[in-house]
């Protein structure tokens, strides 16, 4: 839902998003602006156990974000469908400290 509020088409723009075990909507009817994403921050948090959205659907927003020049930190956790403490215990927005965890790539 959070790709969906701060990516729809007409909706204002927001400075960043958190997206948390999301993906990147495709509904009939609804479309994303993607245009002007450079340095927008997006901070994705996804589970590789996550029985309910896989893991890949958070790899393509990354993929997909990137592509269109948005400032995106991708982190995966080694847990089912919830929440990383750590994850969102750091503070991503430009010019924080960096993040006492590892970030984690696929």
Same mark, same amino acid.
């Given at each position: ?22 993906? *990147?909507?495709? #509904?009939?009817?609804? /479309? +994303? ?7 927008? $921050? !997006? ?21 997909? *974000?990137?592509? #269109?020049?948005?400032? /995106? +930190? ?7 469908? $919830? !929440? ?23």
């Amino acid at each position: 839902m959070s790709y969906a509020l701060a990516l729809g088409a007409g909706r204002p723009a927001p400075a960043g998003v958190v997206a948390l075990s999301g993906f *990147l909507p495709t #509904v009939d009817g609804f /479309a +994303l602006d993607l245009a002007d994403r450079d340095g927008f $921050a !997006v901070a994705i948090g996804h589970g590789t156990q996550d029985p309910v959205i896989s893991v890949e659907f958070g790899r393509d927003a990354r993929d997909r *974000l990137e592509a #269109v020049g948005a400032d /995106a +930190l991708y982190c995966e956790s080694q847990m089912f469908d $919830a !929440v990383d403490p750590a994850f969102i215990a750091m503070s991503w927005a430009p010019g924080s400290p960096t993040p006492s965890f590892t970030i984690r790539e696929p």
